[in-house]
């Protein structure tokens, strides 16, 4: 597994988010402006208002992506390390993870990589390892064989 590629596709997958969340803006925007021309009393007053919400969360997501961006911007993939940190790429008895952002199961040359975050439960006790060790989580066992 090559976690340049890896990287490459959590990239894509965050730009299609920002793009994503770019388009809501605009159609919620030209919704409300649609709205203005055609619409008169209370019905108008609430579809602007809804518009203005779909706006707002739209916005939301926009910066939750600029912000897992940033985050993957700082990574090198090119680092290698001896112990599990951000921007590990780790094979376990169980599959492939990639420390970095949390944006779940991702599809990398026809095999499957889970991003998580540092923060989260496998993140946390996958966090200083070393191949050859084991972690448990929820009752499962997970032998580290390889850390890319």
Partial sequence: M??????EVA????NEKIANAH???EEAQEAAN????SSAGDKHETSRAMAMLEKEKAANQLANANKLLQ???KLNPMIKSKTIGIGSLVKVNKGWFYVSIGIG?????????FCISIASPIGQVLHGKQVFESISLNHK???I???V
């Fill in 145 to 147: 064989e390889e850390l």
């Fill in 23 to 25: 388009r809501l803006i």
């Fill in 11 to 14: 990239l894509s997958i965050v």
């Fill in 2 to 7: 090559n976690k340049a590629e890896v990287h």
């Fill in 141 to 143: 066992t997970y032998e």
């Fill in 105 to 113: 199961r991702i599809e990398v040359s026809d095999s499957q990589v």
């Fill in 34 to 37: 649609n709205d203005t021309k």
């Fill in 71 to 73: 985050f993957l911007d």
